[in-house]
């Protein structure tokens, strides 16, 4: 069955405190592994598309990457306004669908 | 450009009452996806249309709940009657033409949050 799993649920950092998110994946056929962002009160806004093992992305302090079974995304030196929760969901095989983690509750504190 | 514009932004209404939320997708996508999202359970596909015609429909809880999409620019997810766990967050989200994998990005609305009493 194809899934997507996140951790940590949740994570609280220091300002300037780099570390990763997990996202572990299990899909027959990835078409695409996606990252968004989730503000409190507001819809998911996308952040990173990836579509092969060994692809890397970056955004300002974010970087993505993937290879055949996960993706992780880096935070290098966060600042308080990186605070959100942050989604992954893959597209896999012959139809367009995402499926969705339950996403990881950065939480940086200044 | 405007994004996918959702009304109403919050909703609050009795059991058994029936629920109609909006969705305009982005202009060009025609592909249109209607989205819940709960704590417990997080964001979960409800229903997707494909110019306007319904795709997948699989993860539509009941039978009390329906959605249509008249034309390239509306579509509309009803809830009736609406129950207690009907509770949450709901999203629209579309992306425009398949050409590939890179087309797969779906861009999400700010959400309609339902709360039945």
């Known amino acids: 069955e194809d899934q997507v799993t996140q951790s940590p649920e949740a994570l609280r950092l220091q300002e300037g405190e780099s570390s990763s998110l997990n996202c572990s994946y299990t899909?027959?056929?990835?078409?695409?592994l996606f990252w968004y962002r989730q503000d409190p009160g507001k819809g998911p806004e996308f952040l990173f598309t990836l579509y092969s093992a060994g692809e890397e992305k970056e955004k300002e302090r974010l970087k993505a990457t993937l290879t055949k079974k996960e993706s992780f995304l880096h935070i290098t030196a966060p600042k308080p306004e990186d605070s959100a929760t942050y989604l992954c969901?893959?597209?896999?095989?012959?139809?367009?669908?995402?499926?969705f983690g339950k996403g990881t509750l950065l939480t940086v504190n200044p | 450009d405007a994004g996918v514009i959702q009304s109403p932004r919050h909703e609050v209404t009795e059991m058994g009452q029936e629920v109609t939320l909006r969705c305009k997708p982005i202009?060009?996508?025609?592909?249109l996806f209607w989205y819940r999202q709960t704590m417990m359970r997080g964001l979960e596909l409800l229903i997707y249309?494909?110019?306007?015609?319904?795709?997948?429909d699989s993860g539509m809880p009941e039978d009390r709940f329906s959605a249509k999409m008249p034309n390239a620019s509306f579509s509309t997810l009803k809830i009736q009657p609406s129950e207690p766990r009907d509770s949450a967050v709901y999203f629209c989200?579309?992306?425009?033409?398949?050409?590939?994998?890179?087309?797969?990005?779906?861009?999400f609305g700010p959400g309609t949050r339902l709360t039945v009493l």
């Open positions: 989200a579309s992306r425009p033409t398949s050409g590939g994998s890179s087309t797969d990005t779906q861009y």
């Open positions: 249309f494909n110019n306007n015609v319904p795709i997948d």
């Open positions: 899909v027959s056929g990835l078409r695409g």
């Open positions: 202009s060009g996508h025609d592909y």
């Open positions: 969901a893959f597209s896999g095989g012959s139809n367009y669908k995402l499926t």
